[in-house]
């Protein structure tokens, strides 16, 4: 009770001491701040929406991908144990919590029931493709996922992971369906749209990427699904300045997470890895200074400094034409098109200043697989090629270890959901990558 009239008393001495203030602490930016916008617009919530999304594709996931992939070394503190495998439950930072909250799911689909309510198509289109890209990502790292009761209310069951990328496939087919609408009422995110600014052929674009990235992503146990990647690809992405990325103005609390981590946050944290750097060195790969820099350190063989994804206004790819060409590559050499496989690996070749080659066979698609993986440095897509090709095969930092198979569900999801299973009872890897015998040409998995 007394607790009770505490409360009561001091509510009072703020209800009067603002009417007191009222006449000279109102008015103008007193009362309107614009950083804090009284009335909510579809633009604010795509804005908000557009920067969650950038930090789960990356900022911690990615850093997880390029450790597990060998393409960063894990040199210090909470880094050497998440190297050497040792992952629980907070190895992603919340991530997998976030797909949900605000930036996320709960958010896109409030957007998604405003622009239909104002027969906002492209907006619509735009907040799909948005859902698509961040459940779809969620599968691929958690596997099976509270989807299809999401948001109800309860305690939604786990949706199977296979059912979870048939759903992302078909919002995406919604959102390239609302994009395609003319109608006057059409607005769009316009300039809050930092990668495109809501140009719906860009949008459209991009939708045919991520759809042939999660196609590729079943094909392990849906071999039809090369096919399906193939006739997406021939639609998506074609040129650098489609691009899907992170925009960052280089001001304080305005650069890219990589850079953070590696300046601001966790210095010496990560540093080059040896199989990524040898690998580039032998092919004399002319991207070295993007992902390198400084002096080779003779105690490790290897530069230990970044390049220019280091920079602060580095405008990290999350969906790439690099990497669309090279989608385009592996489903078509898989589909028995070795012709336009190769025409998709040089295309890719010359964006990137590398000679162009004549190979075919499984000499064609060792290429295209190591060329991909060298286009997805500290990317999210590294690790699930991995596990879906065993390519490339590494060898695991730990004897006696396997590289991770899939991530565990947040702490938080199971303590307040009882349908999420505890770590010791989830599965060491996802429905639609089990563990590779061998790789694609024909040696042991060392990882699997």
Known sequence: MKN??????????????????????????LSN????????????????IQSATWALFSSDLSRLSGLFTQQLLGAQSQYIPLYQYAIDENATGGFHSALYGAGGLVDIRKLQQRSKDISDFTMLGIAQVLEGMVIGQGADYFGDLVYKGALQGGDPTLTKQLEVYDSVQAVLDAGIVNLASTAATNAGPGQGDLV???DAASWTALAHTVK????????????AAYAQALAEARLGIQ????DYHSVWSGRGGETNFFYQFVNEQRNGYAQPNAFLWDLMQARNDPRRPVYFAGPVDSDVGTQVDFGD????????????????????????????????????L?????????????????????????????????????????????????TPVVTGLKIPGRLFYDALERQTNPNVPSAQDQPTRNEADPANATDDFGNVCLGQ
């Open 4 to 29: 009770y009239l505490r409360r009561i008393a001091l509510a009072a001495l703020v209800v009067s001491s603002a009417a007191a203030c009222k006449d000279f602490l109102s008015g103008g930016e």
């Open 33 to 48: 701040d614009p950083n804090r916008p009284q009335v909510v617009t579809n633009r604010n919530i795509f804005v908000g």
């Open 196 to 198: 495109y600014g809501g």
């Open 212 to 223: 042939a990235r999660f196609y590729l992503n079943t094909a392990e146990v849906r071999p």
């Open 239 to 242: 040129i650098s300045a489609g």
């Open 309 to 344: 994804v280091d920079d602060p206004t580095y405008p990290q790819p999350i969906f790439s034409a690099d990497e669309h060409s090279l989608i385009w590559a592996e489903a078509a050499y898989r589909t028995g098109n070795q012709a336009e496989a190769l025409a998709q």
């Open 346 to 394: 040089n295309r890719y070749r010359a964006a990137n200043g590398i000679p162009i080659g004549a190979e075919v066979g499984p000499a064609l698609l060792r290429e295209i697989l190591t060329e991909k993986y060298i286009a997805l440095f500290i990317n999210t897509q590294a690790w699930t090629d991995y596990r879906r090709t065993c390519f490339p095969n590494l």
